[in-house]
C-alpha cells in the first residue's frame, strides 16, 4: 500500500514563527498536494505539484508557500504564522489518471 | 472553477438502514467522481469512484450514481454498520489529477 507520511500528527507554534509541515510518499508518485481542512469548509487546495521543482498555487495559497526538491517529499512553509493558519493539513499523493488520491494522517496545527 | 455542493452536512441512521448522500457539480467538463471516508484521526480514504461513461457502480454495501446531465452524483450506503459513522467527502476532477471537494457529510449509524 501507498503510504504518505506526515512528520508531526499535533503542533503548536507561536504567532509569527515560521513553520515547516513535512509529507513524504513512498511510491514514487508524481503528483503532490497540501490541503487544509477546516469544519464546514471541507478540503481546499493550498498548493500542489507534478513534479520534483515544479509547484502550483491552489485555490487559498496566501500566507504559505511549498517545496519539493525530491520526488518523495513535499514541504508546506507557513513563512510567519498567524492564528487563522490553525487548522488541520492534509498532505495527498497520487498518479493522476483518474485513480484517486492517497492522503496522510494529517497535522493539526494550533497558532497561539 | 468547479464547485462542488454535498448534502446533507450531518446524517444519522439506525444501523441497518441505508444512507444517501448526495453532490452536485458545476463544470461539466469534470470526468472522475470519487469519495472519500475520513475516520476520526486519520486522513481520508478513497473508498469509491465513478468516470463519466459510467452510470453507477457497486462494491459490497457502497453504490455510486451519476447523472451527467443533471451534473449530480449520489453515494449509498445500504445495511448500515457502526463502523461505517465516519465524515464523507465527494469530489469532482476535470483533469484526473486535481479534485475539487465537497464540504463533507458527518454520518452516525445508531445502534
Known amino acids: 500500500d501507498v503510504k504518505v507520511t506526515q512528520s508531526s500528527r499535533y503542533l503548536v507554534k507561536r504567532t509569527g514563527e515560521k513553520v515547516f509541515l513535512e509529507c513524504v510518499q513512498d511510491m514514487d508518485h508524481e503528483n503532490m498536494f497540501w490541503y487544509r481542512q477546516d469544519p464546514g469548509l471541507g478540503l481546499r487546495l493550498i498548493y500542489f505539484s507534478y513534479d520534483v521543482k515544479m509547484k502550483e498555487k491552489g485555490d487559498i495559497p496566501e500566507g504559505y508557500s511549498v517545496s519539493r526538491e525530491k520526488k518523495e517529499r513535499f514541504s508546506l512553509i507557513l513563512e510567519s504564522a498567524s492564528t487563522n493558519q490553525t487548522s488541520m493539513y492534509l498532505c495527498?499523493?497520487?498518479?493522476?489518471?483518474?485513480?484517486?488520491?492517497?492522503f496522510g494522517s494529517g497535522t493539526r496545527l494550533t497558532v497561539v | 472553477g468547479e464547485n462542488v455542493e454535498q448534502h446533507p452536512s450531518t446524517l444519522s441512521v439506525q444501523e441497518g438502514d441505508s444512507a444517501v448522500i448526495k453532490c452536485t457539480y458545476s463544470d461539466s467538463a469534470s470526468n472522475y467522481f470519487p469519495w472519500y471516508k475520513q475516520e476520526l484521526g486519520k486522513g481520508p480514504q478513497l473508498i469509491i469512484d465513478?468516470?463519466?461513461?459510467?452510470g453507477e457502480k457497486k462494491d459490497q454495501r457502497i453504490a455510486v450514481t451519476l447523472n451527467k446531465t443533471a451534473k449530480h452524483f449520489s453515494l449509498h450506503i445500504t445495511e448500515t454498520q457502526p463502523e461505517d459513522s465516519a465524515v464523507y467527502f465527494c469530489?469532482?476532477?476535470?483533469?484526473?489529477?486535481?479534485?475539487?471537494f465537497g464540504t463533507g457529510t458527518s454520518l452516525t449509524v445508531i445502534p
Open positions: 495527498a499523493s497520487g498518479i493522476g489518471s483518474r485513480n484517486g488520491y492517497t
Open positions: 469530489a469532482a476532477s476535470i483533469t484526473g489529477n486535481q479534485f475539487y
Open positions: 465513478i468516470r463519466s461513461n459510467v
